[in-house]
């Protein structure tokens, strides 16, 4: 069964304090790792798309890996407008274009 | 670009009554979808469509239907809604086509509504 698990839950750092969040996948067919950003009552943002292990894709203080099993999504010396929901999804293979979503990791960055 | 448009933001409806979810896309995108958000689930496709004129379930479909009515918009439809309906719906497109394209899928603000 596909699955795809992020972790922590919820995350605080203190402004400039980096870490990782993590994502988790048991897929067959993986044709892509999406990571999202969401706000507070807004729809999910487009952050990035890995395809192959290996691949990384950064933007401003965010920096997205893949291995074949995880993905992480490390955050340098963050700031508080970062402060926000990430979503971690996956397409499997087949004709359809279906993402299944993880739960999110909720980071708070105190200033 | 709107990019994807969601109407309305907000609705209160009572259990049984009926409403449709509207949902535009201006990026001249093939596929778009409907998912549904509510606390500890993530986000969870209820029905998506590959290309104008086609629909297809997603995890989880009961109780609601869809149309695509061109290539820029696709609608959801609850006949007779109940409070387990109560969720966060967000519309989403992408330029996928089947077996290619790319795959990312991007969202309107979304729509809550809560059933009484």
């Known amino acids: 069964e596909d699955q795809v698990t992020q972790s922590p839950e919820a995350l605080r750092l203190q402004e400039g304090e980096s870490s990782s969040l993590n994502c988790s996948y048991t897929?067959?067919?993986?044709?892509?790792l999406f990571w999202y950003r969401q706000d507070p009552g807004k729809g999910p943002e487009f952050l990035f798309t890995?395809?192959?292990a290996g691949e990384e894709k950064e933007k401003e203080r965010l920096k997205a890996t893949l291995t074949k099993k995880e993905s992480f999504l490390h955050i340098t010396a963050p700031k508080p407008e970062d402060s926000a929901t990430y979503l971690c999804a996956v397409h499997v293979g087949g004709g359809a274009n279906n993402l299944f979503f993880g739960t999110g990791t909720r980071l708070t960055v105190i200033p | 670009n709107a990019g994807v448009t969601q109407t309305p933001k907000f609705q209160v409806l009572k259990t049984g009554q009926s409403m449709t979810l509207q949902c535009a896309q201006d990026m001249n995108h093939n596929s778009m979808y409907w998912y549904r958000q509510d606390p500890g689930m993530g986000l969870r496709l209820i029905y998506y469509?590959?290309?104008?004129?086609?629909?297809d379930k997603g995890e989880v479909p009961n109780g609601y239907n869809v149309s695509r009515l061109n290539k820029r918009e696709f609608s959801l439809r609850l006949e007779s809604a109940a409070p387990s309906q109560t969720s966060v719906y967000f519309c989403a497109s992408s330029e996928w086509a089947g077996t290619s394209g790319r795959n990312e899928q991007f969202f309107g603000p979304g729509t809550r509504l809560t059933v009484l």
């Open positions: 469509s590959a290309s104008e004129g086609t629909t």
């Open positions: 890995l395809y192959s």
């Open positions: 897929v067959s067919g993986l044709r892509g």
